[in-house]
């Protein structure tokens, strides 16, 4: 590597991301410097539009899921090569521990054409306690609410419920209410 002026390497000054800019936003994340080093050069990967390969992604979860890390990764990386999340999502995933807890919460249902939602949290919650919070947010009648298990909920930008209603499949994801595509 050749050294830059100030004294960060040249390779790892990408003209859209500045390395000093990587450390000030994650650079606090990493104890070493290789560490941080490695971090900067997975995110570059994602920045070109690359999706992870499974050893960066392993990377980026750290050891303590590693295991659940390995069940996610083919799917998600199947995910990301069909369009259903972005790279940026995959690696989200990996970022943010998504569905680490629980390998099996990461479902999909598609909500248009080429258009999915896909749980991002695992915190099962109870039938009872989905109805109320769908029918609370969206004003459906709690009576006519079928809730099609499992759901998942974390907060109110961080939830996965699909539930029917009528002759509608929903599915309520982070904040959002779309109808299941058919």
Known sequence: MTEHQDGIPSELNSPNYPYTEFLRNRGWKYAEEPQRVAAYLRELVVRSGRILNEEEFLAETGTQYAEAARQLYPKLSA???????SVWTLMDYARHLWCMKNPAALISVEIGPKQWAVNSCDTEIPEERAKEIVCTLWGFDTARVQIQEPAYYEA?????????CGPINWVMHDDELDKIYD
Not at 79 to 85: D, E, L, P, S, V
Not at 156 to 164: A, K, P, V
């Open 156 to 164: 109110t930008d961080w939830n996965y419920i699909r539930f029917r």
């Open 79 to 85: 995910m990301a090569r069909a369009g259903m999340i």
